[in-house]
Nanobody, 121 residues
């Protein structure tokens, strides 16, 4: 059974930094696009960043220049370096990964359980 486990969240002051991680485990044949989403209090879940299997990255406008997404294919892990944090970045951050578990199966999208990031004095 495939699992996505996130870590790295916490409480940080405005202007601070964190590094979020998400590791996929289980029967994995291939990993395609890996993404981060977030859901703030009372808000809809929103896209934050994505990285393709080839390393192309995409960012939501409000995080450009502050957040950096990267991946380690050997570890099936995606990272999100979050810098210059603002109170409005407070949210549960979720990873979202497109994967195939076998060569003959189609691609499915999996979600992690989320990691809380709180930006406050």
């Amino acid at each position: 059974q495939v699992q996505l486990v996130e870590s790295g969240g916490g409480l940080v002051q405005p202007g601070g930094s964190l590094r979020l991680s998400c590791t996929a485990s289980g029967p994995i044949f291939s990993v395609n696009t890996m993404r981060w989403y977030r859901q703030g209090p009372g808000k809809e879940r929103e896209f934050v960043a994505a990285i393709t299997s080839g390393g192309t990255t995409h960012y939501e406008d409000s995080v450009k220049g502050r957040f950096t997404i990267s991946r380690d294919n050997a570890k099936n892990t995606v990272y999100l370096q979050v810098n210059s944090l603002k109170p409005e970045d407070t949210a549960v951050y979720y990873c979202n990964v497109n994967m195939r578990t076998t060569w003959f199966d189609r691609e499915y999208t999996y979600w992690g359980q989320g990691t809380q990031v709180t930006v406050s004095l």
